[in-house]
């Protein structure tokens, strides 16, 4: 039996809400996110942003490590 070469694994994408849940917080902050330029949607599904969860958590630690402007 022949075995085909490995395909590299295609990263999941997910919604924007769902990417919120994943990274505990509100999905206005995911929006905030890319509004601000911390987060770029990696594809889209409809009118939803679809999301890498991997960008996610690094917009997430970016955001942690800025101290918040009033």
Do not use: N, Y
């Amino acid at each position: 039996m022949l075995s085909s070469p490995a395909l590299p694994a295609l990263p999941a994408l997910i919604p924007g809400p769902l990417a919120a849940e994943e990274a505990g917080v509100a999905p206005a902050t995911i929006r905030k996110w890319v509004q601000l330029g911390h987060l770029r949607a990696a594809g889209r599904a409809g009118r939803a942003q679809l999301f890498r969860l991997e960008d996610v958590f690094a917009a997430e630690r970016l955001a942690r490590r800025r101290p918040r402007t009033a």
